[in-house]
C-alpha cells in the first residue's frame, strides 16, 4: 500500500479539500500584505513568501489522489482551479483529464498550450486517448495519432467511430487471451511472467488461433482448480459478451443484472475485439443520472458551477424561455375568471394549492415513468396498463387529500360548497397529472428523445394551467 492510500482513511474528501482552499486564501492574503509594503527588499520577501506557500500547496496535492485532486478542482472558482492546476505535476496531468467533468476539463485544456497537452496525453491508454480526444485541439490529435504504431492507430479509429452511447465507444483492448488446450500450470507460468495484469481483471480470455473467444476462464477457478486441469475443463463456455454497436446502457443493465466486472466485447464474426470493465460502467451510469437530472430540469447540458454569467444564461434560457410562455398562458386561464376571484376572494388564496399539489404528483408520476423507461421496464404492451395504474393511485389520493383540504376550506371560510369544489379539483388535476406524466415521457421516447427532457418543466406547465382552470370553472359553475 503507497502512502497517499494509507492517508485516505484518515481523512474526508471534504478535509482535504478545506485544506487547499485553507492554502490557497493564506497565499493570497500573505500576497496582498506583501504588496502593501514599502521597502527596498519588497520584492525579494514577496517572492518568498509566494514561494513557500505554493511550496506547501504543492506538497498537499502530491499527497492526493488523481481523483481527489480532480474533485478540488470542479469546487473551486476558475482563477483558483487554475492555480491548482499549475501546480500539479506534469506527469499527473492526463490521470485528472480523465477524471474531472467534461466543463471543467475545457476549462483546464484552455489553460494548456499544445507541448503540454501532448505531454500529459501521450502515454494514455487508445480507450483513455479516445475519451480526450474530441475536446482536444486538431493538431494535437493528429500528432498524437502519428506517435501511435499502426494497432494503436487502428484501434483509435475503431473507438472513435462508435457513438459516446455505444459499447464500443467505453471498451478498452487492455486484456489477457489464453488457449483452451494448455493447462492451469502454464497459464499460471505467464502471468507471472507478465508481473503485472490489467486492471479490473477478474477473468482470462479464452479464444483459437483466429482470435474467436471460445469462453472466459476466472481467475477465481485458476487459483482453486488442479493446475494440472485443461483450461478446457475448467473455463465457462457461455460467459455474457457484448458486440461494440450495442447501446451502452443495457450493457450497464447487464453488468449489474450478472454482477460482472469485466466482460469481453466480440463482432459479428465471435472475434475477441475488446473488453468492458466495471470502471467504465459505473462512470457511464454517474453520467447518465446527472444528465436525467439536468434534462428534468430543463439545462441542455453539464455546467461548471463557476462557468461564466453569459456561459451559464446560454445553458439555461431556453427552457426559461419556454417556462415564461407557459407562465403566460396560466395567467390568461387566471384573467378569464377575474369577475369570479372579484366575487369570492377565497379562490385566490386556494389555487395555487390545486395548482402545486398538481405540480407534485405529475413530477413524481414522471420520476416513476422515467426510471422504468431507463430499466427497460415500460413499453408499448404494458403502456395502458401502466396508465390505468398512475390514474387509480391519482384517483385515490385525489379523494384522499382533496376531501382533507376541502374540509379545511370549510372550516376556513364556512362554505361547505367550496369545500366540494376543493375536492373535485384537486382530484380531477391530480388525475390530469398522472395522465401527463406518462404521457409526456413516453412521447419523448417514441420521437427519440431523452425522456427525461425538459419534462419537469412541461408538467408544472400543464398543472398550472389545467389546475386553475379546472378550480375556477368549477367555482364558476357551481358557487356564483
Known sequence: MTEVEAKKPQESLQDRLAQVVDLLHRHRLVEDLTHRQEGQHQDRVDDLVRRQNLAELQRKLDELHPADIAHILEALPLDERLTVWQLVKAERDGDILLEVSDAVRETLIADMDDHELIAATRDMDVDELADLAPELP???????MESLDAQQRERMRSVLSYEEDQV??????EMVTIREDVSLEVVLRYLRRLKE????TDKLF????DGVLKGVLPIKRLLVN???KQVADVMASDPVSFHPDEDAYDAAQAFERYDLVSAPVVDKNGKLIGRLTIDEI??????ESESEVLNMAGLREEEDIFASVWKSVGNR????ALNLITAFIASRVIGLFDGSIEKLVALAALMPIVAGIGGNSGNQTITMIVRGIALDQVGTGNTSRLLRKELGVSLVNGLLWGGVIGLVAWWLYGNWSL???MTAAMTLNLLLAALMGVLIPMTLERLGKDPAMGASVMITAVTDSGGFFIFLGLATLFLL
Open 226 to 228: 488442479d493446475p494440472e
Open 282 to 287: 459505473v462512470d457511464l451510469i454517474r453520467e
Open 197 to 200: 495484469l490489467p486492471g479490473h
Open 419 to 421: 369545500g366540494v369544489v
Open 138 to 144: 486538431r493538431d494535437v490529435v493528429h500528432e498524437l
Open 317 to 320: 434560457w431556453a427552457w426559461l
Open 206 to 209: 479464452v479464444v483459437d488461433y
Open 168 to 173: 464500443g465507444a467505453l471498451m478498452d483492448f
